[in-house]
């Protein structure tokens, strides 16, 4: 059993940038893929980004692609992304979710376990 927290979320001006945090119980963290989720208003939860077990190789959407950065720190059983040059369509509630096995799927049902989410809003 894995618990996820998010942290980090808020209100940023297009442009600029956030850092969203994934704290993980249990002893198994550095076993499992993570990826992050995002859910915009009446819309469908979509990938956003994902990373490894072994940090190896990390995935992303085209719509963050160059502007997001997934990293683990495995010690601490910490999952982050890093989000600059933020738009307002970037604006959605982020969840992090863990995937048994190691790699990584853009698909939600593909995953295990999921946080609680976090409001991410960008003004323009």
């Known amino acids: 059993q894995v618990q996820l927290v998010e942290s980090g979320g808020g209100l940023v001006q297009a442009g600029g940038s956030l850092r969203l945090s994934c704290a993980a119980s249990g002893r198994t963290f550095g076993s499992y893929g993570m990826g992050w989720f995002r859910q915009g208003q009446g819309k469908e939860r979509e990938f956003v980004a994902g990373i490894s077990r072994y940090t190896t190789r990390t995935y992303y959407a085209d719509s963050v692609k160059g502007r997001f950065t997934i990293s683990r720190d495995n010690a601490k059983n910490t999952v982050y992304l890093q989000m600059n040059s933020l738009k307002p369509e970037d604006t959605a509630v982020y969840y992090c979710?863990?995937?048994?096995?190691?790699?990584?799927?853009?698909?939600?049902?593909?995953?295990?376990?999921w946080g609680q989410g976090t409001q991410i809003t960008v003004s323009s």
């Open positions: 979710a863990a995937r048994s096995g190691g790699t990584v799927y853009s698909t939600p049902n593909s995953y295990d376990y």
